[in-house]
């Protein structure tokens, strides 16, 4: 859709969007997006920063059509940058008091801040990529308190206060209190759940003991609903590949004690979400992972459409159901 048609801009901005979005999943490809798709993605950040600078949007499509156009740019610096530089001042002039505003803007600060840093340990990162990261939280920080002055109802905000917590290394006694106000406002903000458990981790302020107990928790807290109880898993998996050495990690999930956390957890899940019948196959490949022949016996008549690829392919799904078959009726 041409800049100068009479349509406008934000009708431009979700035909681009949505186009780009056909085109990719048109192409069927997971690594290299068509150039076209870049163009349209491009096309779409204009239309809507000039949508933005109008400033008569109603504040629930500003929040919704920013979210959208950030979501599939995510992972493009360059774009997510350069989208961020070309609306910050369009949400700050003209949405200068609405919550929704503040937070996509501290989402922002939050996603440029990490971009800076990088994703490597504190000793791989430069001073002045420290610095920026810092700033850039700092921004974040001031943003999402003013959306939280505004609407303390938003469970988005200390959501996004939790990532905060955890950058410039605030204490425990901070977090938890982001992370009590996260869960009183939504109890199935998985999240909120994954933000506390990053935080958790050795490699920040926590250790593999902390994260266990936090995920069991998880998988118990009767308050907690949705895919909470699977943060155990996340935990175990997080462990399994940072935490243990090279040795350990093959038979890792064969431990008794960390199938003793998963299948309680598993089974939590489905009494939760009976309909998330796609979740078996989680279920079976760490049954499958940890020897567990008789529940996995169990969950494969469950398991409905099989995705193979997510098996490793049809001949490693066969070869899992064969060897389910063969030790069947083996004690757990």
């Known amino acids: 859709m041409e800049k100068g048609s009479a349509y406008p801009n934000v009708r431009k901005f979700y035909v681009s969007l949505r186009t780009a979005e056909q085109v990719w999943y048109s192409a069927m490809q997971t690594t ?4 076209e798709v870049h163009n349209l993605r491009r096309h779409a950040m204009v239309f809507l920063a000039d949508a933005l600078k109008e400033g008569d949007m109603p504040i629930g499509e500003v929040d919704e059509a920013c979210h959208a156009m950030f979501g599939v740019i995510e992972n493009n ?36 801040a990490w971009f800076a840093r990088g994703n490597g340990y504190a000793n791989t990162v430069t001073a002045e990529r420290f610095k920026l990261f810092k700033e850039h939280l700092t921004a974040a920080e001031a943003a999402l308190n003013h959306a939280w002055q505004l609407n303390p109802g938003d469970s988005r905000i200390p959501v996004k206060m939790l990532t905060v917590a955890m950058g410039q290394g605030q204490g425990r006694d901070q977090m938890e209190l982001w992370f009590g106000r996260a869960m009183k406002l939504d109890p199935n903000s998985y999240e909120a759940c994954s933000a506390k ?47 243990v050495d090279g040795s350990q990690k093959n038979d890792y999930w064969k431990q008794p004690e960390v ?35 008789d529940t996995l ?20 799904f066969d070869k899992m159901v064969r060897l389910a078959k063969e030790h069947s009726g083996q004690p757990k």
């Open 32 to 35: 290299n997006i068509p150039p």
């Open 77 to 112: 610096q360059k774009q997510y940058e350069d989208f961020f530089d070309s609306i910050e001042n369009s949400l700050s002039k003209n949405w200068p008091d609405e919550a929704s505003a503040c937070l996509v803007k501290g989402e922002a600060y939050i996603k440029k």
């Open 197 to 243: 458990l990053f935080y958790l981790e050795p490699k920040w302020y926590g250790s593999t003991a902390a994260m266990l107990a936090f995920g069991r928790e998880c998988a118990t807290n009767q308050a907690w609903g949705g895919h909470i109880p699977l943060i155990i898993l996340d935990a175990h998996k997080s462990i399994q590949r940072q935490y």
């Open 259 to 293: 199938w003793s956390d998963l299948k309680p957890a598993f089974d939590r899940f489905f009494e939760l979400n009976p309909e998330a019948i796609s979740w078996y196959h989680d279920y079976a490949w760490y049954a499958y992972r940890a020897g567990q022949w």
């Open 297 to 316: 016996n169990k969950i494969i008549p469950k398991l409905g459409p099989i995705n193979y690829p997510y098996f490793g392919g049809k001949d490693e």
